[in-house]
């Protein structure tokens, strides 16, 4: 049996791309879009809107990308621009400490004008570099997942959207299928499974809110960047 997309009933989601300048957030759509990576960093003026199309088990799903200027001097974000916004990516450098600190900043200004239900993943990049020494930590949330990607290996694209994709439309085991197969940069490696592991740890440790803020008191404040 040949099995068809029906495109004729998709839905369409707006998704916030959100972090600091730099980050990779272009890079993130640009990957998807066109398969292609691009080293230097031109800063984003205003914002981009792309819409991805996604094929779900049985569904198909787009969800139309604000990829929004990280700094402020270049637009930055405009309250207008989280109207009708159905979810978002908060993305940070897994190799720079100040991005990770702003993810806060980032969560507080989405929840402020959308409210604490919206679904978002948290999204580090960059997991092809050295990765900051700090723990990172995050109070578990019913709408919130954590994950780490690279744009530069092509590593873990999909995902941030899957994650997305399954709050959206309520299906716990929904996968992506029929991705484009993208390459790694040359000489791009990664430990995968050392990141895996350390995802895990990092989705394993995240403070419930029965004991988080009492943990939260007792670890040791120079040692982690708490992400929400
Ligand atoms: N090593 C590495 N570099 C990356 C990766 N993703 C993006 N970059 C680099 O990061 C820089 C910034 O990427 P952009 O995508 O332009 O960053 P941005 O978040 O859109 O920044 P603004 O538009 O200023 O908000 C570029 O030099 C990219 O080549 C990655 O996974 N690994
Ligand atoms: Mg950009």
New binding site residues.
Partial sequence: MEFRPNWAKNQTYKCL?L?????????????HVTGK?????????GLLVHTLLLQADYQAVALELW?????AR?GGLQNGYYFHAKCAIV?F?L?VESSAISVVQWLRQLEDICGPEIPVVICG?????MPMPLNLLYRRRSRLDYCE?????A?NLDEPLSLLCRRLLNKSNLVLISQPILKPLPG?VLDEQKIRRRVKDIRKNALSEKDGEVRLRTATKGQRIVLN
């Avoid at 990607?149 to 290996?153: D, F, G, L, Y």
Wanted: aromatic residues 6%; charged residues 25%.
């Fill in positions: 791309l972090g600091d300048s730099g980050v990779g957030k272009s890079t993130f759509l640009r990957r990576f691009t080293e230097q960093h031109v800063p984003t003026r990829d929004v200027a990280g700094n270049h993305m450098d190799s990049n960059k997991a092809d570099l990607i690279s744009a530069r290996a590593w791009c």
